[in-house]
């Protein structure tokens, strides 16, 4: 791979960046995949069961999403009780995450993926035992049982696919799975909604049950060599939660030692933090400031993920570029497009203007998720992908509380255009912080594949 271009101090004005780059990569010799060798991935045995387990999995999950909130309105008739469940659900990532780096980095990883899933696919069985409004509660032992063991599960996922793929197929694989990641968004609901109204929500538990059992089968079902499950060299252990402290901390060394790690670690969060607001404001975003209905902001979701699947697929064929160029040009490309929607005068316009977004938006993702597996030796990737998550979950969750707050005070379209500022900056914050970078400061996590 080839260091992105060194622009020798000389000032380059970030409109011309994503041309430039594609200019030099032609010239250079960067070569671009196209679909059928990126889905060749899939002749890869472990690729192709891990990835089946993710889709499947998350397809389980979204089916849930449908069903499970309508089954507690059903017997509690009670809002306030919907919001608590996400709240739920997002405390392991932020209290639990980084301390489960430390063991996806001890154990076994393939294991860690298994056990994960099976003890999802047991926990979902518990919601057969709400059945009453005094059971309520068990919905929210499950929730967070499941986002905890995911807390696990995930990370131990991330850290082990760069030990199953060659470095320059690394970022068409991270595209492969993250169409794992959006497709059952594009099918799920639908799925899940037909479901409940073919026989009501409760078949929906005994679904996402056999989704996880599915999954951790076909993980287990892996050919990895231990030398590829396990961290490829060994860190400092300690006994007991001194020794779970130290190994943290080590961790976390790891991102403060190594610019591009913190650099791309601050530019995320600053990107989460301005999603934050779109999140949970983009039903209030599409009928109070561009005049749609709930239909409207239906179809604006769907064009939102249709676009980021088209980004994956997109990604997944520049995987020829190294993943600092493709985090370069989704920046300079994705905050000026977040600007647009965040002006857009109809539903028309944004309709057009959010699928490019998307686009963009999952070509920043993969980029992202590959320079942190590259960037990282084997033996810290857990730490520094679970640190690098709760960090970022924190800044959405907080952004999103905060524009809630701010919500009645100065309208949504201003706190929209405040987000759109803050992409921006954190555009300016990569382009600036990481334009001499190269190749040498992100290939430290590369290792020999294992045959699969």
């Not at 990569?25 to 993710?54: H, I, M, P, S």
């Amino acid at each position: 791979m080839r260091a992105p271009p060194d622009h020798g101090g000389r000032h380059v004005q970030p409109g011309r960046i994503a041309a430039r780059w594609c200019r030099d990569g032609a010239a250079g010799g960067l070569k671009e995949r196209t679909v059928r060798e990126t889905l060749a991935l899939f002749r890869k045995r472990n690729v192709a069961y891990l990835w089946a387990a993710r889709f499947v999995s998350h397809l389980g999950d979204w089916i849930l999403m449908i069903a499970l909130p309508v089954w507690v309105y059903q017997l509690t008739s009670s809002a306030a009780i919907l919001g608590f469940m996400v709240a739920v659900q997002t405390l392991p990532i932020i209290c639990l995450g980084p301390l489960a780096g430390v063991f996806v980095d001890r154990w076994d990883r393939r294991r860690v993926i298994t056990v994960g899933y099976l003890v999802q696919g047991i926990n979902v069985l518990l919601l057969f035992l709400v059945t009453t409004p005094q059971r309520v509660y068990l919905v929210f032992l499950v929730g967070f049982v499941e986002t905890a063991a995911s807390t696990f599960a995930g990370p131990a996922r991330r850290a082990l696919l760069p030990n199953l793929v060659a470095e320059q197929e690394l970022v068409a694989a991270n595209a492969l799975f993250n169409v794992a990641f959006i497709l059952p968004r594009l099918v799920g609901p639908a799925l899940g909604a037909a479901l409940i109204a073919w026989a009501g929500p409760t078949p929906a538990f005994a679904v996402d049950a056999a989704t996880f059992a599915f999954a951790a089968l076909a993980v287990a079902g892996m050919r990895v060599p231990r030398a590829s499950t396990q961290p490829g060299a060994p860190t400092p252990v300690g006994q007991g939660l001194g020794g779970v402290y130290q190994d943290l901390i080590a961790g976390v060394r790891v991102i403060r030692s190594r610019r591009v790690l913190l650099v791309v670690l601050g530019v995320w969060a600053l990107l989460m933090f301005a999603a934050g607001p779109v999140v949970s404001l983009l039903v209030v975003f599409v009928q109070e400031a561009l005049g749609g209905s709930a239909a409207s902001y239906g179809l604006l979701e769907s064009l939102l993920a249709l676009g980021m699947l088209a980004g994956f697929a997109l990604a997944g064929s520049l995987s020829g570029w190294p993943a600092l160029r493709l985090f370069k040009v989704g920046l300079v490309t994705f905050a000026p497009l977040f600007l647009l929607v965040a002006n857009a005068p109809n539903v028309y316009w944004a309709g057009v203007i959010l699928p490019v977004t998307g686009m963009t938006m999952a070509a920043i993702m993969v980029a992202d998720e590959t320079i942190l597996q590259q960037a990282t030796e084997d033996a810290f990737r857990g730490r520094v992908l679970t640190v690098n998550e709760a960090v970022v979950s924190s800044m959405g969750l907080i952004s999103a509380a905060l524009a809630g707050v701010l919500m009645d005070r100065v309208g949504v379209r201003l706190i929209f255009n405040a987000a759109g500022v803050v992409c921006v900056v954190a555009a300016l914050l990569g382009l600036i912080c990481l334009r001499e970078t190269g190749a040498s400061e992100v290939n430290l996590g590369s290792v020999e594949v294992e045959p699969s």
